[in-house]
């Protein structure tokens, strides 16, 4: 069983800065590809960023250069920080764990940016 705990979200005013956290348990943590999601009020599901268990990065366009994942094996935990912060940038974030063929969810952390 993977359970993932979030945390770090908040409101935030544009141009600031968040750090989100998801503590993954269950699974082997190494060998998994982990993930932030987004969703907006009436938007699908999108991907913000993913790091391979070797270390590869992947950002969406709308996020590159402001937003950085990390990862820490040895605590089995995922890391957003998010810098520069736009008002687009307001949902709701999902951390993601892809093992053993499946994926699994956080329970998602609103991020709310605005003045």
């Known amino acids: 069983q993977v359970q993932l705990v979030e945390s770090g979200g908040g409101l935030v005013q544009p141009g600031g800065s968040l750090r989100l956290s998801c503590a993954a348990s269950g699974s082997r943590f190494s060998l998994a590809t982990m993930g932030w999601y987004r969703q907006a009020p009436g938007k699908q599901r999108e991907l913000v960023a993913t790091?391979?268990?070797?270390?590869?990065?992947n950002y969406a366009d709308s996020v590159k250069g402001r937003f950085t994942i990390s990862r820490d094996n040895a605590k089995n935990t995922v890391y957003l920080q998010m810098n520069s912060l736009k008002p687009e940038d307001t949902a709701v974030y999902y951390c993601?764990?892809?093992?053993?063929?499946?994926?699994?969810w956080g329970q998602g952390t609103q991020v709310t940016v605005s003045s």
């Open positions: 790091v391979t268990r070797g270390g590869t990065t």
């Open positions: 993601n764990n892809f093992f053993g063929g499946r994926n699994y």
